[in-house]
């Protein structure tokens, strides 16, 4: 183990969502290269309850990259430099010593700050609520295999479903777009057996209640650098064509009145 | 039991306050206009039918290079499209009427998109982004194609309607009217610098075509990128030889 000296974290403060909030400098003066950032702040709030000020607020659960809950804008990137990896997985050793780190919360009017680097998430859950789902009671666990699914189709909607609603696609967006967030949500279900009979009602859904908070896609790509889980663009295109083909479907087959 | 899909949960957004607009149900096409996805289809779609016609005007030009009664004749026949079907100049004007109004969708839906962006990011980040994959293309389209624009309207006023084509221009002559214009260097610049804007656009509007479009096929997905490039150089080294070849004397007008 290695330690890195003389940390200058630059962590934007901000006392509440009506808060004009700035930035502030602490040092950081030595920790571990094994530490990951988010351990690293747990040691800087130690030092400044210590202290008698107020710890740094920040977003954090599992710390392992499957909950999809801390986020963090890292020297202007989401999640951090590390490719395909949540904030909780970012290591220190990706840092050198005497690094000035910039660190703030997500920026989205669909998600407004409610303290420090913490964010408000649920515009991602006004989208799921309307069709991220499979209405059919499903009872208990149907024996394996009973419905086929080819392997590449399985694998196809499992790499959409590793999608942890972390909006760091929404963060790194130059639009602040939830299309990466959407179609992921949309293809895991769109793409298997199950999800068929309500396909395009709730592609059609999910798409206009994304609409309702979020940007619109410009294809930068930049969500996709971003996303710890590495979620494919192409889920972006596969949501654009089922859009399309909702539109053109006979409203009753969408069981609509 | 859970609600579903074609009845939705009682409408509890917005919890947090976050809906920038509010849907309502409009006639069918403008009900899809509306969305942002909507918004991107006629994008795509215009940004095609522009694509067509960029490229068609380029190969066209191209009869300059066999000289002025070629090049004249050629204007002459596009006057002339599907003559005795239709009245002369009528199929032309059909043909501009599409472009102008595909233009003017393209326009507009960019306009009411950037409007939504920057609602939807109304405090930008206060430290400096760093972008991995967004390139140059994809982060001035607005003013790529602002600059286009720009060139298009000038472009009409000095070789269709011929106002700011110097003295010298007479309807019919195409041949004459288009040397002439590009023997003014600061003219011939302003052609160049806008048809490199144009590659620059299609750089970035090729690719995002079919994304938006949602063509997306492994078969040809690794295509796209080059499909993009190919068309983009294919326009903008074939319309920046006309301004070079006139100011080279390699095309001039005999006297």
């Known amino acids: 183990m290695e330690a890195i000296q003389n940390i200058t974290l630059k962590v934007w403060r901000q006392d509440g969502p009506a808060d004009g909030g700035r930035f502030e400098n602490y040092n950081v003066p030595e920790i571990s290269d094994e530490a990951s950032f988010l351990e690293m702040l747990d040691v800087l709030n130690e030092r400044l309850i210590n202290e008698g000020k107020e710890a740094i607020v920040f977003d954090h659960d599992c710390r392992e990259g499957i909950c999809g809950t801390c986020s963090l804008m890292i020297n202007g990137q989401a999640h951090g430099p590390a490719r395909m990896t949540a904030t909780c997985q970012l290591h220190m050793r990706k840092f050198a010593s005497n690094d000035t780190i910039v660190v703030e919360p997500w920026r989205a009017s669909a998600f407004p700050i409610l303290k420090d680097l913490m964010v408000d998430r649920s515009a991602f859950d006004r989208i799921i609520e309307v069709g991220g789902f499979i209405t059919a009671p499903t009872g208990g666990a149907p024996d394996a295999n009973l419905i086929p699914i080819p392997k590449p189709v399985a694998d196809a909607a499992m790499d959409a479903a590793e999608c942890i609603g972390c909006g760091a696609c929404v963060a790194a967006c130059p639009n602040g777009a939830a299309n990466l967030f959407t179609s992921a949500k949309i293809a895991h279900l769109n793409m298997l057996p199950q999800g068929q009979a309500e396909r395009f009602a709730r592609t059609e859904a999910m798409v206009e209640k994304m609409d309702e908070h979020f940007g619109s896609c410009t294809n930068h790509g930049e969500c996709e650098a971003a996303c710890p889980k590495g979620i494919s663009l192409d889920f972006i295109a596969l949501m654009n064509q089922d859009y399309r083909k909702s539109k053109f479907k006979n409203r009753k087959s969408l069981s609509r009145t | 039991m859970a609600s579903t899909i074609s009845k939705p949960a009682p409408d509890r957004s917005p919890v947090t306050g976050t809906a920038t607009q509010k849907r309502k149900r409009k006639p069918f096409l403008l009900d899809i206009y509306s969305t942002a996805v909507g918004k991107k289809y006629v994008m795509a779609i215009t940004g095609i039918i522009g694509i067509g016609f960029v490229l068609v005007h380029m190969i066209g030009n191209l009869k300059m290079y066999l000289g002025p009664a070629e090049f004249d004749h050629y204007a002459e026949f596009l006057r002339e499209l599907l003559v005795p079907i239709l009245p002369r100049t009528v199929t032309l004007w059909l043909l501009r009427l599409t472009l102008?109004?595909?233009?003017?969708?393209?326009?507009?839906?960019?306009?009411?998109?950037?409007?939504?962006?920057?609602?939807?990011?109304?405090?930008?980040?206060?430290?400096?982004?760093?972008?991995?994959?967004?390139?140059?293309?994809?982060?001035?389209?607005?003013?790529?194609?602002?600059?286009?624009?720009?060139?298009i309207i000038w472009h009409l006023l000095d070789l269709t309607a011929g106002t700011l084509n110097g003295s010298g221009f007479v309807r019919g002559h195409a041949y004459e009217n288009v040397v002439n214009t590009l023997d003014r260097p600061a003219v011939a610049i302003f052609y160049i610098i806008a048809n490199i804007a144009l590659g620059i656009h299609l750089f970035h509007g090729v690719w995002s075509l079919f994304q938006s479009m949602g063509w997306s096929n492994p078969r040809f997905n690794k295509w796209r990128r080059e499909a993009a490039i190919g068309i983009a150089t294919l326009i903008v080294v074939g319309n920046v030889s006309f301004p070079i070849a006139v100011l080279a004397n390699i095309v001039k007008v005999k006297s």
Do not use: C
């Open chain 2, 100 to 151: 102008i109004g595909a233009i003017l969708l393209h326009i507009h839906a960019a306009y009411s998109l950037t409007i939504l962006n920057r609602k939807a990011r109304p405090v930008k980040y206060q430290s400096e982004r760093d972008y991995v994959a967004a390139n140059f293309a994809s982060r001035t389209m607005r003013w790529s194609g602002i600059i286009v624009l720009l060139f």
